[in-house]
């Protein structure tokens, strides 16, 4: 699992509009884990 901890005031610009930036994050991750599932979380702190 990847947490990436964001202050509260960016997480809406982390997701991004319709949830495409954080599908992009998802995809990256998912390539580097070469078949492997992997779970991304967006938390804020």
């Known amino acids: 699992m990847l947490e990436v ?13 319709g949830g495409r930036t954080a599908k992009a994050l998802r995809t990256l991750v ?3 884990a070469d078949g492997a599932r992997v779970r991304v ?3 804020d702190d």
Do not use: K, N
């Open 30 to 32: 998912s390539a580097l």
């Open 41 to 43: 979380d967006v938390a």
């Open 5 to 17: 901890h964001v202050h509260p005031d960016d997480r809406g610009r982390v997701i991004g509009r």
